[in-house]
């Protein structure tokens, strides 16, 4: 006789912490928890333990939607012709800050 297995973990999250006011968020990581107040917690005593951020966003995982790398030719090859949305024709004036 075969003993099914049980997952007995706790949701997994996903980590976004924003190292300073105005600047983006980046993905720290992933926690499990049973839910968001201990996803939370779990996020903050991982990531932030010596003030590495000042704002956390946590995300359940199997709520993140992702392209297929596989598809990235198709799936990008439209931006490719559209080269004004890319800042690489005018030169950044010196002392100009990255807020």
Same mark, same amino acid.
């Given at each position: 006789m075969t003993e099914e297995i049980k997952d007995t973990q706790w949701p997994l999250w996903e980590v976004f912490i924003q190292s300073n006011p105005g600047l983006p968020y980046k993905h720290a990581g992933s926690v499990h928890g049973s839910d968001k107040e201990i996803a939370m917690q779990n996020a903050r005593d991982t990531y932030t333990r010596r003030n590495e951020g000042t704002s956390i966003w946590i995300v359940p995982? !199997?709520?993140?939607?992702?392209? !297929?790398?596989?598809?990235?030719?198709? %799936? %990008?090859?439209?931006? !490719?012709?559209?080269?004004?949305?890319?800042?690489?024709?005018?030169?950044?004036?010196?002392?100009a800050l990255n807020i």
């Amino acid at each position: 006789m075969t003993e099914e297995i049980k997952d007995t973990q706790w949701p997994l999250w996903e980590v976004f912490i924003q190292s300073n006011p105005g600047l983006p968020y980046k993905h720290a990581g992933s926690v499990h928890g049973s839910d968001k107040e201990i996803a939370m917690q779990n996020a903050r005593d991982t990531y932030t333990r010596r003030n590495e951020g000042t704002s956390i966003w946590i995300v359940p995982s !199997n709520s993140i939607v992702a392209s !297929n790398p596989s598809d990235s030719d198709m %799936f %990008f090859e439209p931006s !490719n012709d559209k080269i004004y949305r890319h800042p690489t024709f005018y030169v950044m004036p010196e002392g100009a800050l990255n807020i």
